[in-house]
């Protein structure tokens, strides 16, 4: 079956809406959390070490997904706490555990992502330091 241009215009039309408040929750995120500041900043530092030491192509194919995971991760956190805030305004120790729980989703992940980028990042530096 195909469709016809009345569909296919509004199939585009949907697709660009949810884009564009993807994009607005992606900069509502950037802009009024701290910890997705720290979290691009540190991704920031992971590239320019990245080009600086030249690390080989696999590796930069694991630095993109570690990052996009990490950066995915804090978002979906913001999400549950802001539900949470907006289902609750009072003091719910299931509210508390929510929350806690989501940002516990998120250091696992950070210490993951720290541990990975040791284990990129060891040998490069080793080998600048101590030619």
Same mark, same amino acid.
């Given at each position: 079956?195909?469709?016809?241009?009345?569909?296919?215009?509004?199939?585009r039309?949907r697709?660009?809406?949810?884009?564009?408040?993807?994009?607005?929750?992606?900069?509502?995120?950037?802009?009024?959390e701290?910890?997705?500041?720290?979290?691009?900043?540190?991704?920031?530092?992971?590239?320019?070490?990245?080009?600086?030491?030249?690390?080989?192509?696999?590796h930069?194919?694991?630095l993109?997904?570690?990052?996009? #995971?990490?950066?995915?991760?804090?978002v979906?956190n913001?999400?549950?706490?802001?539900?949470?805030?907006m289902?609750t305004?009072?003091y719910h120790?299931a509210?508390?555990?929510?929350?806690?729980?989501?940002?516990?989703?998120?250091?696992?992940?950070?210490?993951?992502?720290?541990?990975?980028?040791?284990?990129?990042?060891? #040998?490069?530096?080793?080998?600048?330091?101590f030619?």
């Amino acid at each position: 079956m195909t469709m016809d241009l009345k569909d296919r215009k509004q199939t585009r039309q949907r697709l660009f809406r949810s884009f564009r408040c993807a994009w607005a929750g992606l900069t509502l995120v950037v802009w009024h959390e701290q910890n997705m500041k720290f979290h691009l900043l540190a991704a920031a530092a992971a590239v320019i070490c990245g080009f600086v030491f030249s690390i080989p192509l696999f590796h930069w194919m694991i630095l993109a997904l570690v990052i996009g #995971g990490m950066l995915a991760l804090e978002v979906m956190n913001t999400a549950v706490e802001r539900v949470v805030d907006m289902i609750t305004e009072d003091y719910h120790p299931a509210a508390e555990k929510a929350k806690d729980i989501a940002a516990a989703a998120v250091l696992v992940y950070s210490a993951a992502a720290a541990i990975i980028g040791i284990l990129i990042f060891y #040998g490069p530096v080793m080998s600048r330091l101590f030619p």
